[in-house]
């Protein structure tokens, strides 16, 4: 990896750190979720880099893509919070998750801690993503819980949250092997219920596809704006200003230039905690980029 890279990689990942302490410590049960929201983003930004996607609060039943819409006012409550937060300096993404628990459920938020701990031990340079799985799965069922096994990290790219490889929760018969320079995300999902998720009816990030013929004049200023703005990157509909929003949105879907991230939630309606790191694979082991300086 060229040293300009690595260092872009390693600046996003101390922003990232230092950011969701901050903001972990803002958490509380009557303190409204998108005054945590903006003071990431806010201060991802004062830091000199950008959100690499907005920040994510889901609470409870709900394991990822969650972010308050612009008249969001509701508040933590005793929820078990999940704050998954993306930080890009010049495309180079950090990615990183912790749970905030209000619900008294401490062992939930340990297994995916313990299995996010042991996955990261076995990051080199030839390791198999399987084995990975393994390890977390085993970390999970160890506390009696049980990974979410349709979500799964994923390897980043420069401008890309979602790149391969795909880095397996649970026991999988082939992975795939891991090479010196991959950047990975590793973030186990645990839960007291099913195991599966699927996708809620309430949307609030967006991505954008590509360019496709589209005839309201809003909805080409929009698509303008996004690329401009957000590139391929995740965008929420909070950030967006201006009239007619929700209209242009629908429009831009239909035309198929942007893709939704549905709210994904556990099946039965269970509790899911995640934990989640960004990992650089270096010669002689992974070198994890998003933990505070002087941790462990
Ligand atoms: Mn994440
Ligand atoms: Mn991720």
């Given at each position: 990896?060229?040293?300009?890279?690595?260092?872009?990689?390693?600046?996003?990942?101390?922003?990232?750190?230092?950011?969701?302490?901050?903001?972990?410590?803002?958490?509380?049960?009557?303190?409204?979720?998108?005054?945590?929201?903006?003071?990431?983003?806010?201060?991802?930004?004062?830091?000199?880099?950008?959100?690499?996607?907005?920040?994510?609060?889901?609470?409870d039943r709900?394991?990822?893509?969650?972010?308050?819409?612009?008249?969001?006012?509701?508040?933590?409550?005793?929820?078990?919070?999940?704050?998954?937060?993306?930080?890009?300096?010049?495309?180079?993404?950090?990615?990183?998750?912790?749970?905030?628990?209000?619900?008294?459920?401490?062992?939930?938020?340990?297994?995916?801690?313990?299995?996010?701990?042991?996955?990261?031990?076995?990051?080199?340079?030839?390791?198999?993503?399987?084995?990975?799985?393994?390890?977390?799965?085993?970390?999970?069922?160890?506390?009696?819980?049980?990974?979410?096994?349709?979500?799964?990290?994923?390897?980043?790219?420069?401008?890309?949250?979602?790149?391969?490889?795909?880095?397996?929760?649970?026991?999988?018969?082939?992975?795939?092997?891991?090479?010196?320079?991959?950047?990975?995300?590793?973030?186990?999902?645990?839960?007291?219920g099913?195991?599966?998720?699927?996708?809620?009816?309430?949307?609030?990030?967006?991505?954008?596809?590509?360019?496709?013929?589209?005839?309201?004049?809003?909805?080409?200023?929009?698509?303008?704006?996004?690329?401009?703005?957000?590139?391929?990157?995740?965008?929420?509909?909070?950030?967006?200003?201006?009239?007619?929003?929700?209209?242009?949105?629908?429009?831009?879907?239909?035309?198929?230039?942007?893709?939704?991230?549905?709210?994904?939630w556990e099946v039965e309606g269970a509790?899911?905690?995640?934990?989640?790191?960004?990992?650089?694979?270096?010669?002689?082991?992974?070198?994890?980029?998003?933990?505070?300086?002087?941790?462990?």
């Amino acid at each position: 990896m060229e040293s300009d890279v690595l260092e872009n990689y390693r600046k996003a990942g101390m922003i990232l750190a230092k950011v969701c302490q901050e903001a972990r410590s803002k958490v509380d049960v009557d303190v409204p979720l998108i005054e945590v929201a903006e003071f990431v983003e806010g201060s991802i930004r004062k830091e000199g880099a950008e959100p690499a996607f907005p920040c994510n609060i889901s609470r409870d039943r709900m394991a990822a893509h969650y972010t308050p819409g612009p008249k969001d006012e509701s508040t933590f409550g005793e929820s078990m919070t999940k704050l998954d937060i993306g930080v890009h300096v010049d495309g180079y993404i950090a990615d990183a998750a912790i749970t905030v628990d209000l619900s008294g459920h401490p062992e939930l938020v340990e297994a995916s801690q313990a299995a996010l701990d042991a996955a990261i031990e076995l990051v080199t340079p030839g390791a198999n993503t399987a084995d990975i799985g393994v390890a977390i799965e085993r970390a999970i069922t160890g506390y009696g819980f049980k990974p979410v096994a349709n979500l799964t990290g994923h390897g980043l790219e420069r401008y890309s949250a979602h790149a391969g490889p795909i880095i397996p929760n649970k026991v999988l018969d082939r992975g795939t092997t891991l090479k010196e320079g991959d950047v990975i995300a590793i973030e186990p999902f645990a839960t007291n219920g099913s195991g599966r998720i699927s996708e809620a009816s309430q949307t609030e990030i967006f991505g954008f596809s590509g360019h496709r013929p589209v005839r309201s004049p809003q909805a080409r200023e929009l698509s303008k704006e996004i690329q401009e703005k957000y590139k391929t990157l995740p965008f929420a509909r909070r950030w967006l200003v201006g009239e007619r929003i929700d209209y242009a949105l629908s429009q831009l879907l239909r035309a198929g230039i942007i893709h939704s991230y549905p709210v994904l939630w556990e099946v039965e309606g269970a509790l899911v905690s995640q934990a989640e790191h960004t990992v650089i694979v270096r010669e002689n082991g992974g070198e994890v980029t998003t933990r505070l300086q002087g941790s462990i």
